[in-house]
C-alpha cells in the first residue's frame, strides 16, 4: 500500500458512502423487475412464487402495443429531427463567430432549466390559440423543444473536438461547403449523432408532462401507464412492461455513452 | 524582382482582426516555380498571409493576384492553390488511399485513373505501399508525406506549405527539406513556404521574406538578407549579429570613417553614399567573421583586444564571449579555429585579441534597430 499515490490510496468512509450512493439509487428500480415475475396482484412481500403471467398479458394487451408504438413514432421523429437541429447548431456555435451568440446559445440552452408543466401549459395554449388540435405531432414538436438542448450540448462538446483545419483542408481540396459538411464534418461527428439520437430517444420515450398536455385520444406510453394505475389486476403487467423498459433503456444508456467515448479513429469508413 | 514575370501578386495586403493588425499593407512578387519562405517570428502575420493566399482569410484591404486572376471573392475549392497543414489536419476516418484521393472528386477523377494518380502521389513522397494504413498508424513523418501527396494530387500550380516541418525532430526535418526542394525543382511549381526556422528558410528558399509586426521587413534571396541586412530587425533575426554604436567621423572615396567606443576609428565601405558626417549609425559583424587570437594579430590593421566571459565547445567550432571597454554587451565570436600560442587555451578570463577583414562590417541605420 505504501508504493500507491497518496491520491489515489483507498478511503473506507468513501467507499461506503459510494455503497448507500448506489443502493439508494438503484434499490427501488429493481423491484420493478423482481415483483414482475411474482405470483401476486399485490405487491408485498412475502413473495409468492414465480411466474410470467405478466409478461403474457403485457404482450397480449393491444392498447399497451399502440401505446408503444405511440411512444416510438414520437421518439423517432423527435430524436431526429431534435439531432438535425443539434448538428447545425453545434456546427454555427462552434465554427462562426457571430453578434449575439452568447444570448442566442444561452436561448437554446433555456429549456434545459425551465419546468416541463411550464412548456407543456405554453405550448398548450400557444396551440389552441392558433387552432392546431392536439395529436401525436403536437407531442413530438413538444418534445423536440426539450430535446434539442440534449442534442447541442452532445454535438458541441464533439465539434469542439476536431480540429478546424480538417474542414479547411475538405475546402482546400475543392470541396464546396455542402460536400466538406458531408465528407468530412458529418463523419468526424457521427459517434456525438448517434449519441445525440439515442438520448433524444430515450428522453421523448420517458417523458410524461408535456406528453401529459399535448395528447389527444392516442397515449403514449408513460401516459398509457399513469391510466392503467387505476386498475389494480393491471398493474402487474405494467411491472413487466416496466421491467422490459428498464432493461432496454439502459442498453440504450450505456451503448450512447460509449459511442460518444469512442475515439474518430475507429469509424467506420464513410464519404468517398 | 521584376514584375512582369510575377505569377503571384500581392498588393497593399492588409489583415485586421478587430482592431489587431495581422498583416499591414504587404507587397510581394512572387515568380512561377519559385520556392519563397515567409519567414518571422510567431505571431508577425507570416500564416495569417498564407491563410489570404489559400482564401481561409481576406484581405481587408489589397488584392492578391493569381496567374493574373484576382482573388477576392473566390472560394478556397476554387483556388489553384493547395495547401499542407501545420499539424497535416489528415483525415482520421479515412485511410491514407482515401486520404491522398479526397481531392479528386471534384476534379472527376475516378476509378482506374484515381487509383493511378494515387499511386503516382504515393510514389512521389516515397510512401509505395502505405494506401491501406490508417491515420494512426503513420508517424509522424509519414503523416507530412501524406499531407504533401494529397495536395500534390491536384497538380496545384502554388503549394502553400504551413511550418510543415516544425512537428519533425531535427534530424528527420533536415532529411525533409532536402526532399522537398527536390521535389519543388522536380514538378517546378511554386511553393510557399512558412516557416519561424531562418535556417531552414536559407537552406530551402530562392527568396525570403522577412516579416514582423505584420509588415515585411526585407525581401530578398538568403545570401543577401545574411550578408546586406536591411535593418538591425532583420540582422539580428537571421542569425546572430554584434551591433557597435557608432558615429560617422568622415567620408571620402565611397568609405565612412567610424568612431566607435572602445574599438577606435573603422573604415566600412558600404551604404557609403547615405551618410553624412556626424550621423549616429550601428556597425555591425557577424560573429563568424570574427577571429580569435592570443596575441596581436600582425596581418590585420582592424582588431580589438578583450576578455574572454564565457566559451562554449560545440564541437565544430567554439563560441565566445569576449567582453571589450566601452561596449555594454560582450562582443559574440564564432570560431572553427583560433590562433593561440603552443601550450595555451582560451578559456575564461583570457586576455584575447579580435580581428576581422575590413569588407565584413556592415553599417545599419540607428533608427531601426
Known amino acids: ?272 | 524582382m521584376a514584375t512582369n514575370n510575377a505569377y503571384i501578386r500581392i498588393e497593399q495586403v492588409s489583415k485586421r482582426f478587430g482592431s489587431v493588425v495581422a498583416v499591414d499593407q504587404v507587397d510581394v512578387s512572387i515568380a512561377g516555380g519559385e520556392f519563397f519562405s515567409l519567414l518571422g517570428a510567431s505571431g508577425c502575420g507570416k500564416t495569417t498571409l498564407l491563410r489570404m493566399l489559400a482564401g481561409f482569410e481576406s484581405p481587408t484591404s489589397g488584392e492578391i493576384y493569381i496567374d493574373g486572376a484576382a482573388m477576392s471573392g473566390v472560394p478556397p475549392h476554387k483556388r489553384p492553390t493547395n495547401m499542407v497543414f501545420q499539424n497535416y489536419a489528415i483525415f482520421p476516418h479515412l485511410n491514407v488511399h482515401r486520404n491522398i484521393a479526397y481531392g479528386l472528386r471534384s476534379e472527376r477523377v475516378t476509378g482506374k485513373e484515381a487509383i493511378k494518380r494515387v499511386d503516382e502521389a504515393l510514389e512521389l513522397v516515397k510512401l509505395q505501399g502505405f494506401g491501406d494504413r490508417r491515420s494512426n498508424e503513420l508517424s509522424g513523418g509519414q503523416r507530412q508525406r501524406v499531407a504533401l501527396a494529397r495536395a500534390l494530387i491536384r497538380r496545384p500550380k502554388v503549394l502553400l506549405l504551413d511550418e510543415p516541418l516544425g512537428a519533425l525532430d531535427k534530424k528527420l526535418r533536415e532529411e525533409m527539406q532536402l526532399e522537398l526542394r527536390a521535389l519543388q525543382q522536380s514538378l517546378n511549381i511554386t511553393f510557399i513556404f512558412v516557416t519561424h526556422d531562418q535556417e531552414e528558410a536559407m537552406a530551402l528558399s530562392d527568396r525570403i521574406a522577412v516579416m514582423s509586426g505584420g509588415k515585411t521587413l526585407q525581401i530578398s534571396t538568403p545570401k543577401k538578407i545574411y550578408n546586406n541586412p536591411v535593418n538591425a530587425e532583420v540582422a539580428n533575426f537571421i542569425g546572430q549579429m554584434n551591433f557597435l554604436d557608432a558615429s560617422v567621423v568622415g567620408l571620402a572615396n565611397g568609405e565612412a570613417l567610424l568612431d566607435v567606443a572602445g574599438w577606435g576609428r573603422l573604415k566600412v565601405s558600404s551604404r557609403a553614399e547615405y551618410l553624412r558626417c556626424g550621423a549616429n549609425v550601428l556597425a555591425a559583424i557577424r560573429p563568424e567573421k570574427l577571429r580569435l587570437s592570443d596575441r596581436r594579430p600582425a596581418d590585420s590593421e582592424n582588431c580589438v583586444q578583450g576578455v574572454i566571459e564565457a566559451a562554449a565547445y560545440l564541437g565544430d567550432r567554439s563560441h565566445f564571449h569576449v567582453a571589450v571597454e566601452g561596449n555594454d554587451k560582450p562582443i559574440a565570436v564564432a570560431a572553427q579555429e583560433v590562433r593561440v600560442s603552443p601550450g595555451e587555451s582560451l578559456d575564461r578570463g583570457s586576455r584575447v585579441w579580435i580581428s576581422w577583414a575590413s569588407d565584413s562590417l556592415i553599417l545599419l541605420d540607428k533608427a531601426e534597430k
Request: charged residues 10%; contains cysteine.
Open chain 1, 1 to 272: 500500500m505504501k508504493d500507491v499515490p497518496y491520491i489515489s490510496r483507498p478511503n473506507r468512509p468513501l467507499g461506503v458512502y459510494a455503497i448507500l450512493y448506489l443502493a439508494f439509487l438503484y434499490i427501488p428500480v429493481l423491484f420493478l423487475p423482481l415483483f414482475s415475475f411474482n405470483d401476486s396482484l399485490f405487491i408485498a412481500f412475502p413473495l409468492r412464487g414465480f411466474t410470467t403471467n405478466w409478461y403474457q398479458q403485457m404482450l397480449a394487451d393491444e392498447q399497451m402495443h399502440a401505446a408503444l408504438m405511440n411512444s416510438i413514432k414520437v421518439g423517432a421523429a423527435s430524436s431526429v429531427i431534435a439531432t438535425i437541429l443539434g448538428v447545425f447548431g453545434a456546427k454555427a456555435v462552434t465554427r462562426f463567430r457571430m453578434p449575439g451568440q452568447k444570448p442566442v446559445v444561452a436561448v437554446i440552452m433555456l429549456p434545459l432549466v425551465i419546468p416541463e408543466i411550464i412548456l407543456g401549459v405554453a405550448l398548450l395554449i400557444l396551440l389552441s390559440r392558433l387552432g392546431i388540435p392536439l395529436s401525436l405531432y403536437t407531442i413530438t414538436l413538444g418534445h423536440i423543444l426539450i430535446c434539442v438542448p440534449f442534442s447541442m450540448a452532445t454535438l458541441i462538446t464533439r465539434f469542439e473536438g476536431f480540429d478546424k483545419s480538417m474542414e479547411e483542408a475538405a475546402a482546400d481540396l475543392g470541396d464546396n461547403a455542402w460536400w466538406a459538411f458531408w465528407r468530412v464534418t458529418v463523419p468526424m461527428v457521427f459517434p456525438g449523432i448517434l449519441a445525440s439520437l439515442l438520448l433524444c430517444f430515450t428522453i421523448s420515450f420517458d417523458e410524461f408532462i408535456m406528453a401529459f398536455f399535448l395528447a389527444s385520444t392516442e397515449p403514449t406510453l408513460p401516459i398509457f401507464i399513469w391510466g392503467q394505475l387505476r386498475f389494480p389486476q393491471k398493474l402487474p403487467s405494467v411491472l413487466a412492461l416496466g421491467a422490459c423498459i428498464l432493461v432496454i433503456s439502459f442498453v440504450v444508456v450505456f451503448f450512447s455513452q460509449w459511442l460518444s467515448r469512442r475515439g474518430t479513429s475507429a469509424l467506420p469508413e464513410a464519404g468517398v
